[in-house]
């Protein structure tokens, strides 16, 4: 959690933190640094600097730009500032990283964050997307839209749909929910406004019925009548803050139950496992209980194959040995399509005509 302090906010172009800045006591100042990903020298990185003092900040800032001069640098001007987090006599307090707005809100002691000895501060830390960030996904969307405005509605949603779950997973982590939701809010009417123009002589229910579909519990979906490809809505992506490791773990302790878990990926377990085990963070979706080291695992599929399921993804689960079981045994004697014995057809009920007889046949 980010106490309430002042930060320097600073962009430029440099390889390492100095040293200097480095040395101030972990619990007296922070420093955040970033580069983008496979970026080169000479790129732009960003650095954040966070102490409970002023000054402090400012002696910082000196550091680094005196670093920067001995290399030709310097930094930029227009994106170096030290707001306050909390409270500041003008403007908007907080800052913005990386595409997120962080700042601090005074809050009272039934809402108050708590320190590491359960003390309370005065104030919540509340991350979420920036506005800047906001306006770069909805500048695409409806750039996607106008573009398009004569293509057929699975070409449409077929572009739309990766730059929804992009950018809706990237800010999964903090709270985007009511966020989600005003993107879908503009994106319906985006929606709707290109139906209208595809059919400027039909009423709104004939549009709401000929591009939407009406399900019970998931509202209207932008969906073809007859298919099956849907676009998919920010408000789908669950909402999952970022745990901290473990002080004690290290992905070279042996717990693959628990890397698995949290990276969906480790070198002794099977990259399906590992996926299955990240999707419900290390439970049982039948009993709800941990997975441990020693728990026998069994791949299920939620569709079992004599039902016509396949061994897709979005078909799989994995369960504990002994509800793997139980499962088995339940779609067994499900009735319907799992019963693919063949089926003994009846005789024929009519009259029989023997051989050298003179009766007619039936028909």
Request: glycine share 8%; net charge positive.
């Amino acid at each position: 959690m980010i106490r309430k302090r002042s930060c320097v906010v600073l962009r430029g172009a440099v390889g390492k933190v100095p040293i200097e800045v480095t040395r101030w006591p972990p619990t007296l100042l922070h420093a955040r640094f970033c580069e983008r990903p496979r970026g080169q020298f000479p790129r732009s990185t960003h650095l954040v600097l966070l102490h409970r003092d002023e000054p402090i900040v400012r002696q910082c800032q000196e550091l680094v730009s005196t670093w920067l001069k001995e290399r030709g640098l310097a930094l930029k001007p227009s994106k170096t500032r030290i707001p306050h987090t909390l409270t500041v006599p003008q403007g908007t307090p907080g800052f913005a990283f990386l595409g997120f707005a962080i700042r601090h809100y005074p809050t009272g002691k039934t809402r108050s964050a708590k320190d590491t000895r359960g003390r309370l501060l005065g104030y919540k830390t509340r991350i979420v997307p920036s506005p800047e960030a906001i306006q770069r996904q909805v500048q695409p969307l409806r750039l996607i839209i106008r573009r398009h405005r004569h293509a057929p509605q699975e070409a449409l949603i077929r572009l739309l749909n990766p730059v929804i779950v992009g950018w809706a997973h990237y800010y999964a982590r903090v709270g985007s929910a009511d966020i989600f939701q005003s993107l879908d809010n503009r994106l319906y009417g985006m929606l709707r406004a290109w139906a209208a123009y595809r059919h400027p002589h039909k009423g709104k229910r004939w549009i709401a019925h000929r591009y939407w579909c009406f399900t019970t519990g998931h509202g209207w979906l932008f969906q073809p009548p007859l298919g099956e490809l849907r676009l998919y809505r920010h408000g789908q992506t669950p909402i999952r803050r970022h745990g901290k490791v473990h002080g004690v773990r290290s992905p070279y302790d042996g717990d693959w139950v628990y890397w698995s878990t949290r990276l969906g990926q480790h070198p002794d377990v099977s990259p399906r496992v590992a996926r299955l085990l990240k999707r419900p963070q290390g439970k049982g979706l039948e009993c709800g209980l941990f997975f441990t080291e020693s728990a026998r695992m069994a791949v299920d599929h939620l569709v079992p194959r004599s039902c016509g399921g396949t061994d897709r993804r979005d078909n799989l689960q994995l369960l504990h040995r002994h509800c793997h079981d139980r499962k088995t045994v339940s779609d067994a004697h499900r009735p319907g399509t799992c019963d693919q014995r063949h089926v003994t057809e009846e005789p024929c009920e009519g009259p029989t005509l023997m051989h050298g007889s003179g009766a007619e046949p039936g028909w």
